[in-house]
């Protein structure tokens, strides 16, 4: 997988998951103790996030790291 596709797929399952939780960007920020504009930048694809702050996410959405990961086909 290129890189730049890993982290498209990644930034879609963000928004994803955040707008099934009906947060916005901002309160989803809030909760992993993140900046807004750098939740933007990880669901535009313009940041390589790290192992901590995936964590993070998932755990501010609730859910696991391995299903943060899913993309929508399953891979």
């Known amino acids: 997988m290129e890189k730049k596709?890993?982290?498209?797929?990644?930034?879609?399952?963000?928004?994803?998951?955040?707008?099934?939780?009906?947060?916005?960007?901002?309160?989803?920020?809030?909760?992993?103790?993140?900046?807004?504009?750098?939740?933007?930048m990880i669901e535009r694809a313009e940041k390589n996030i790290t192992l901590i702050n995936i964590e993070k996410i998932a755990n501010a959405l609730e859910t696991n790291i391995d299903n943060l990961l899913k993309s929508d086909n399953g891979k």
């Open 5 to 40: 596709e890993i982290l498209i797929k990644f930034g879609q399952r963000v928004r994803q998951l955040r707008k099934e939780k009906k947060l916005s960007q901002e309160e989803l920020s809030f909760k992993a103790n993140l900046h807004r504009t750098y939740i933007g």
